[in-house]
Structures are given as structure tokens and as C-alpha cells.
């Protein structure tokens, strides 16, 4: 009998504890408004249907394929309104803006009215965050399917919300680059910058330089056999990355971070001497030659191809740690390679170091720094460029947690989930406000990171602390909340099979 009574008073403490974070009140990034509306649910049956606008079919689609894996309902989708699950096209408040959305859940179904299938898609992405962990399930599960009477309004306080994955130090498939995509779309990440050159690997095909790829790709840090996406692969996951309204940014470096380029090709030395591949982790030893001609017949050519296979706005040139090249060198490099970006119709992001050769405003420099002044950063933001945050020492999901970590590095300092929330992205750097600021960014190098349960670990649950951070409002941050919402997010988590690391400044559900 004690025995019974034990177990029974475990189950009932156990089941406690999962109650205590309502779906309601467990989404991340934590909207602008959420009101629940008290005993009412809609349930996801069998004969719940799907019905989207004209312009909402692919969001639509892409929930459906989502939602019938777990639950095993036909889910069909239609066009048109009625019961169920309803994407509009109008009739959302205005303040959603080209990113928010509005989710109803009453008794008969569930709508979610935005101006943009980005909206629309961001709305369904809290709809999966409402319904059970199981939801996310990659096999048919036991209901029910609950979804809480609420009314949310939401709308990001940044335009620009971004993941880097660094996949010049270790090589990742395509397939793991997207798994990575759905996990961070599932917190509203909207670009994925990919790091795709360095000093240890070139990893996109240039059809008129192939021996970048070829050789250049060949190996990565520890000296294993690297690799490098053709264009139909980057092409693909650049899809993908639309699909879930996530648009690619590639970033090739220069004119540091290029020995892979030098190697392979001995004429862009000053000395015509190729050096060997590198698979160690310095940095700051690699330069292009600057006085050559080639040098900008060679940006040339890699920006057009890679401009043409890149429907987003953007190419990174990445400019960091340019230690290699004189200040003079520089500036000079970068007022012939700015023009060349925008010949191909594409604007420049770049590190910040690249605020130093007074950019057009257009330029948007990332800062990487770890102090919370810079001179030429501050000056840009004061002649009009538009800054994107991602402080080391706070979004850099490279950096160890702490002294126990296996993974990761420490020169930013060790970065545990409440150090990666408590920043202000629009009042972080001095003399750079809130209008300032493009947004924010989760970078992850990868000079320890070699598998796909690596990128998980350090990741999560970092990168959802960031994206509260760039997308949630000033007046909603809030530690003690923040970290309840997180732990209710383990079980979805477990649930995708990810490898996420469990903090103890996390109550774990
Ligand atoms: C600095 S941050 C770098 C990278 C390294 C990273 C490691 C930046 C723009 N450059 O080359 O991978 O530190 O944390």
C-alpha cells in the first residue's frame, strides 16, 4: 500500500510539474500579445481540415506535411474559409506588419490572418508550440490534440533575425545544413547566414575556378575530407530555406580567412607560390594580394556565379580579422570589391571591421565584438548604416557554457543560457539605438563542432535566447519567464531527436 501510495503520489508530482508551464504560456520567442480564452479548446481530429488563401497554399502545405506525420489525419488542404485551421491573406490588425500574424483558437477551429505568407508562416510556427510536444513526432502518435483558447497578436521588434553556420572549419551535408533550417524556423529565425570559405575550406562549386572546390574544399580543422556543395546543392538548400521563409546569405571572406583560395590557386599570391592546405585553427595569417588585377577578376567571378544562384538581397564578404593586410591594403581592397557586390545587383553585409572604410549606408557591418563601444562602428550607425548584433561574448553559440563544456571555445568567455538572454540588441553598443539596428545574429563556428547532435548541443538552447531576443518586444524580457517557456521546450526537443543541452538554470520539463 505505502508503496502504491508512492508511486502514486510521484505520478500525480510528475504530472504536476508538466502542467506547470501551459502551452499558452510556453512559447518562444514570447509574443507581443497573448490572451487566453478560458474553457475553450480546439481539437485537431481526423476531420480537421486546412483551408488557405490564394498565396497561402505552400504554408499551408508545408503545415500539413508537418501535422499528418504525428497525428496520421488526412489534414486535406483547400482553398476557401470554414471550420478548422484557417490561413487568411486579410483582415489581419495592421500592426502585424510584413512579418507578424494574428492566431484565434476558438471551440471550432483555429485562423491566423497576416499580409505576408512570412506572416502566415510565422503564425504557424506558434501553432506547433501550442499543440502537444508528440506534435513534433516523425511517427503516427496517440491524441489528443489540444490546441488552448487564445487570441495572439505578434510582430517581430527586428526585421532581421539570423543564424550562421560556419561550414568552412567542418563540412556539413545538406542534409544536415536542414535539419538545422527546421530547427531554427521553428523559432522564427528568417535568414541563415553560411559561412562557406575560410582559411581550411572552400565549399561552393565556381564553375570558372573549380579547383577552389575541388581542391580548395578538399579538407577541413583535424584534416578530414571536407567537401563542398555543387550549385544544384546550395540551389536546393537555398529552396528549402525559402520554403520555411528563411532566405540564405552566403558569406565568401575576404580578403583574410582565404588560404583554401590561395592554395588552390597559386596566382592569387603576391609571390605566385601556393601555399599548402591548412587544417589547424589560427586565423589572421591569410591574405588575397591586393595590388594583383587578378585579385578582382577573381571576386569578380566568384560574386557573379554566387549572386546568380542567390535570390536573396544579400552577399557577405566577410573582411574580419584581416591581419595579413595592411589598413591602406584594406581600404583599398574593399572600395574595389563594394562596386563589384552591387554591379550584381546584391547589397553588402560585412564583419564590422568593414565600418572602417566608410561604406555606402547600404553596407550593413556585423558586429562581432566583444566591448559595448566602437569608434567606426558608432560612425557608421551615425552616417545611416544599419547595424546587425551579434556580440561575442553574448550570441556566440561557439563559446563554451562553462569550464565543463567539451565543445567550444572560450575567448569571448563562457556564455550560459541567462548570459545569451540578457542583452539589449538596441541598446547594447554605444551611440547605436534601436533605429540603428538591422537585428541579430546567432553565429556558430565550427572549429569543434563536427556532427549534427554538435550544432544541437550548442545551439540549443542558446539560439531560441537570441531569437527572443531579436524578436520579442524590450517590455516582454523577463529571465524568470524566459526560462520557464524554455524548459517546456525540452520535450519537444526530445521529441525531434536533438541533442540539446540541459542547463541547470533551465527547469527542464
Ligand atoms: C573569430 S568572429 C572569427 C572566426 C572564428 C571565431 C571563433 C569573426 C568575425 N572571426 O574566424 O571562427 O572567432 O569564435
Not at 502518435?141 to 561550414?167: E, K, N
Request: aromatic content about 10%; overall charge neutral.
Amino acid at each position: 500500500l505505502t508503496a502504491l501510495a508512492l508511486v502514486a503520489s510521484t505520478t500525480l508530482a510528475a504530472s504536476q510539474a508538466q502542467a506547470a508551464v501551459a502551452p499558452i504560456d510556453s512559447v518562444v520567442p514570447v509574443p507581443v500579445s497573448v490572451q487566453s480564452v478560458p474553457n475553450v479548446t480546439y481539437n485537431l481530429t481526423s476531420g480537421t481540415q486546412i483551408r488557405a488563401a490564394a498565396g497561402a497554399t505552400d504554408v499551408a502545405n508545408l503545415l500539413a506535411t508537418t501535422l499528418r506525420r504525428s497525428t496520421g489525419f488526412a489534414l486535406p488542404v483547400s482553398q476557401g474559409t470554414g471550420d478548422g485551421i484557417s490561413l487568411q491573406l486579410s483582415g489581419a490588425d495592421p500592426q502585424v506588419g510584413q512579418q507578424g500574424y494574428q492566431l484565434d483558437v476558438a471551440a471550432s477551429g483555429v485562423t491566423i490572418k497576416a499580409s505576408s505568407a512570412a506572416g502566415l508562416f510565422a503564425g504557424t510556427q506558434t501553432l506547433r508550440q501550442l499543440l502537444p510536444a508528440k506534435i513534433e513526432a516523425s511517427s503516427v502518435q496517440t491524441g489528443p490534440w489540444p490546441v488552448p483558447g487564445a487570441r495572439i497578436l505578434d510582430y517581430p521588434r527586428f526585421a532581421h533575425r539570423s543564424a550562421m553556420l560556419d561550414v568552412a572549419r567542418h563540412f556539413f551535408t545538406p542534409d544536415v545544413v536542414k535539419r538545422y533550417i527546421d530547427e531554427i524556423a521553428l523559432y522564427k529565425i528568417n535568414y541563415l547566414h553560411l559561412h562557406m570559405s575560410d582559411d581550411q575550406g572552400w565549399r561552393i562549386m565556381i564553375d570558372s575556378w573549380p579547383r577552389l572546390a575541388t581542391y580548395g574544399g578538399s579538407t577541413q580543422v583535424g584534416g578530414g575530407p571536407g567537401g563542398y556543395y555543387t550549385k544544384a546543392q546550395y540551389s536546393d538548400i537555398v529552396a528549402y530555406a525559402a520554403a520555411r521563409h528563411i532566405t540564405v546569405i552566403p558569406e565568401i571572406d575576404m580578403p583574410g580567412h582565404t588560404n583554401a583560395a590561395l592554395a588552390s590557386y597559386a596566382e592569387l599570391n603576391c609571390n605566385n607560390t601556393a601555399p599548402p592546405l591548412y587544417t589547424g585553427t589560427n586565423v589572421g595569417f591569410s591574405s588575397l594580394c591586393v595590388p594583383k588585377d587578378v585579385t578582382y577578376r577573381f571576386v569578380d567571378d566568384v560574386i557573379r556565379e554566387l549572386a546568380a544562384v542567390t535570390p536573396g538581397p544579400y552577399i557577405h564578404i566577410g573582411g574580419d580579422e584581416a591581419q595579413s593586410t595592411s589598413d591602406a591594403d584594406y581600404r583599398t581592397f574593399m572600395n574595389r570589391v563594394l562596386p563589384i557586390v552591387a554591379k550584381y545587383g546584391k547589397q553588402t553585409m560585412g564583419w564590422h571591421e568593414i565600418a572602417k572604410v566608410n561604406p555606402p549606408t547600404g553596407v550593413v557591418p556585423q558586429y562581432w565584438g566583444t566591448t559595448t563601444s566602437n569608434t567606426s562602428v558608432r560612425d557608421a550607425a551615425a552616417r545611416g548604416n544599419k547595424i546587425l548584433m551579434s556580440p561575442a561574448n553574448k550570441a556566440y553559440l561557439d563559446m563554451k557554457y562553462n569550464s565543463s563544456t567539451r565543445l567550444g571555445l572560450t575567448w569571448a568567455g563562457y556564455i550560459e543560457v541567462r548570459t545569451a538572454y540578457d542583452w539589449n540588441p538596441g541598446a547594447h553598443l554605444s551611440g547605436v539605438g534601436e533605429s540603428a539596428v538591422r537585428g541579430v545574429e546567432a553565429p556558430l563556428w565550427s572549429e569543434t563542432i563536427v556532427t549534427r547532435q554538435d550544432i544541437e548541443y550548442m545551439a540549443f538552447p542558446r539560439l531560441p535566447a537570441i531569437a527572443e531576443v531579436g524578436w520579442s518586444p524590450w517590455s516582454k524580457h523577463n529571465w524568470d519567464q524566459f526560462r520557464q517557456r524554455l524548459g517546456a521546450q525540452g520535450p519537444r526537443w526530445t521529441v525531434m531527436g536533438m541533442n540539446y543541452y540541459r542547463s541547470t538554470q533551465v527547469p527542464w520539463a
